[in-house]
């Protein structure tokens, strides 16, 4: 079966810091890969994706995501984040194959102003 | 909004009580997925509907009942609830035909408590 594991489970930085949140995922197919955000009472929202090609993907409000496939990893990275990015971030999986979604526990993100 | 409406956003329920979630979608999509958010846990996949049809059950519960009368809507019907079933009940839809690949469209919720 397919498992996501997000191993930062809160996240405390300073405005202007980089952020990277790990996620790795376990499954030997091919696999379409997701971060979603969760901000304070608001709906999950789609970040960024990766289906195929350049394995560095851009994303929405400056995020971008690296997939490592020796590495099962996609990784969520942002140069320097503001306070308005405190939120829920979830890691996605999904084979290329089927329509169910595996989500990692989330990470949940603090940024001090 | 995101297309996809769920009511009501927040429910107090007793154990012993009936109650229903609703889902709707104006996206045009053709699947619809009832998803459990409960604190440090992964997002629980509980039901997915395909073209009205029910593709997938994770063993969920008999207390959990989901209906989907046509592809715009979607009901999670529930009765004799325990405590540890309070959570966010989320649901989300995609179009198939497209493939999930493009991603989910969520709603914003139910919060659901059981008392």
Not at chain 1, 16 to 37: H, I, P, Q, R
Not at chain 1, 80 to 89: G, K
Not at chain 2, 108 to 113: E, V
Request: with cysteine; charged share 15%.
């Amino acid at each position: 079966a397919q498992s996501v594991s997000q191993h930062n489970h809160h996240v405390i930085l300073s405005e202007a810091a980089s952020l990277e949140l790990g996620c790795n995922y376990s499954y030997g197919g091919t696999v379409n890969l997701f971060w979603y955000v969760q901000y304070p009472g608001q709906h999950l929202q789609l970040l960024l994706k990766y289906f195929s090609g350049d394995p560095l993907v851009k994303g929405i409000k400056g995020f971008e995501a690296e997939f490592i496939k020796s590495k099962f990893s996609f990784n969520l990275r942002k140069p320097s984040v503001q306070w308005s990015d405190t939120a829920e971030y979830f890691c996605a999986v999904n084979a290329n194959t089927g329509n169910q979604f595996y989500f990692g526990t989330g990470t949940s993100l603090t940024v001090i102003p | 909004e995101t297309g996809v409406t769920q009511t009501p956003r927040h429910l107090v329920m007793g154990m012993t009580n009936k109650k229903s979630l609703k889902c709707e979608q104006h996206l045009g999509h053709n699947a619809m997925y009832w998803y459990k958010q409960s604190a440090k846990k992964p997002l629980e996949l509980m039901f997915v509907y395909s073209l009205e049809e029910r593709v997938e059950n994770n063993s969920v519960p008999s207390r959990f009942s989901p209906e989907c009368p046509n592809s715009s809507h979607l009901f999670l019907h529930l009765h004799t609830l325990q405590p540890e079933d309070s959570a966010l009940y989320l649901c989300a839809s995609s179009q198939e035909a497209t493939g999930p690949n493009y991603g989910y469209t969520f709603g914003s919720g139910t919060r659901l408590t059981v008392v």
